[in-house]
Every structure is written in C-alpha cells, then in structure tokens.
C-alpha cells in the first residue's frame, strides 16, 4: 500500500512536470491565450518597484505647503485646495489653521489686518491662535500641525 502511494506521487509529480513541459511547447509554438494572458502579467509586476518609488518622492513633496517666503510677516496665506491658512503672527513664527470657518462651513478668503476673514457672514480669526475675533461664528479655526524645515512648511 505504501510502495504504491509512493509511486503514485512520483508519478504523480512527473505528470505534473510533462503537463508543464507540454504547456511549455504549446505555448512556445502556438501562440496561446494562456501564454498570451501570462506575459503581460509579468511586465506590470516587475515595473511595480520602479513606480512605487518616484511616487513616495511625489508624495513628501506635495507636503510642502508654501515656502515660509510666500507667507508675509503679520499675515498669512489662505491654500483654497488643501483647506488650511497658514499665517505668520510674528517674523519667523509660522502657524497653520483649518481654512473652514467654524460658523456654517466657508472657506475663508484671505487675511487681512491680522485676522483670517470669512466672506460668507464676516466671521473674523486671529492669525495668532484661530480664535474668534468677531461673529458670528463662536469657535476657534482648529489648529493644524506644521513643521517648518529649510524654508518650506509642511503638515506635520
Ligand atoms: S460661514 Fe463663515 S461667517 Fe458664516
């Protein structure tokens, strides 16, 4: 019973290696869905390495928000796509907010007179911490994370 289990594996390992030596032929002389279908499914995977590592590069550059030149001192700039404003209260003390006003959700529209100002109802924000300097919205813009490295800011 063992004796002919044994041979049945080795028998059944061979068929399995002359299954694939026929595919083999098969496809090398006619040219076969399944061969055709296995080529192009190798390319993409040996590629993968390749694009995964410029996007990772894109990625930590995208971070960057602005450049601290590009934010005035006593000021701020408002970045309409990532939704956050990033200001400038004093030289080289840089501070980043959520750019969606707290009373029904505008984004706001600039700053000005050292505040970040609201165009839907007038709602004004201090540059220094987010916080409500004239209604009617009655809470602070939320306070973002940045890190401030070789002149450029980032989301923390
Ligand atoms: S949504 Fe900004 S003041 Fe109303």
Avoid: W
Avoid at 34 to 49: C, G, N
Avoid at 53 to 70: F, I, R
Avoid at 79 to 91: D, G, L, M, S
Avoid at 122 to 140: E, L, N, R
Wanted: net charge negative; charged share 20%.
């Amino acid at each position: 019973m063992t004796e002919t289990t044994r041979r049945a594996v080795m028998f059944g390992a061979g068929g399995a290696g002359l299954a694939a030596v026929l595919t083999a032929c098969a496809s090398y002389g006619v040219p076969t869905t399944q061969a055709e279908v296995e080529q192009p499914a190798q390319e993409p995977s040996s590629d993968a390495p390749e694009s995964d590592a410029p996007k990772k590069q894109g990625e930590s550059k995208a971070k960057a928000l602005a450049d601290t030149s590009d934010i005035p001192e006593g000021g701020g700039k408002v970045f309409e796509n990532q939704k956050i404003v990033v200001t400038q209260p004093t030289a080289g003390e840089f501070k980043a907010f959520s750019a969606v006003c707290t009373h029904q959700g505008c984004t706001v529209a600039g700053v000005s007179n050292k505040t970040i100002n609201c165009p839907c109802h007038g709602s004004k924000f201090s540059i220094a911490d987010g916080s409500v300097a004239a209604g009617p919205a009655g809470s602070p813009l939320e306070e973002k994370p940045i890190n401030v490295d070789g002149g450029k800011i980032r989301l923390a």
